[in-house]
């Protein structure tokens, strides 16, 4: 019993250290505004999804002189939570030359490795046809348009 027991609590603390690696990892590129990078550290869904909506929509929309001045970032995980054998949450704090943030990362262990997943609901409005080819000054005119027609 006291072999099972230390076998468990090793499994857990080797866990533990590569949800915390994978997670810096994933933040340090984010932060960065490094989409490629965050898509090796991250899940299929977070991949298809956040990344790509925050790389081809919001982030082109997004005054580049705010980018700027919010790098360099400083990310500091405060905690890391095994919640099973392949969920997991991480507490961070963001530091950036413009404010100081802090939240949950939630991780996914997937195929033996832990990976960030973070699924965002797209507005309705890009869903329907994944609507990245509108001009973004068109935007606040397309999402009146679509939720009027609700």
Same mark, same amino acid.
């Given at each position: 019993m006291l072999l099972v027991l230390s076998f468990t609590a090793l499994s857990c603390a080797n866990d533990e250290g590569e949800v915390?690696?994978?997670a810096q990892s994933y933040?340090? =590129?984010?932060?960065?505004y490094d989409f490629a990078a965050a898509a090796s550290y991250s899940t299929e869904e977070t991949r298809d999804v956040t990344? @790509?909506?925050?790389?081809n929509v919001i982030i082109p929309a997004t005054d580049t002189a705010f980018i700027a001045a919010s790098i360099p970032a400083t990310v500091t995980i405060t905690a890391v939570t095994?919640?099973?054998?392949?969920? =997991?949450?991480?507490?961070?704090?963001k530091t950036t030359p413009l404010n100081t943030d802090s939240s949950t990362l939630p991780m996914l262990k997937r @195929?033996?490795?832990w990976r960030a997943h973070v699924v965002i609901d797209?507005?309705?409005?890009?869903?329907?046809?994944r609507r990245t080819d509108i001009p973004i000054d068109d935007l606040n005119e397309v999402a009146k348009k679509d939720s009027?027609?609700?």
């Open positions: 915390r690696s994978m933040l340090d =590129a984010i932060s960065a990344l @790509n909506f925050f790389e095994m919640l099973s054998d392949t969920t =997991a949450e991480v507490r961070f704090v @195929n033996g490795e797209i507005p309705p409005y890009f869903q329907q046809q009027v027609a609700q």
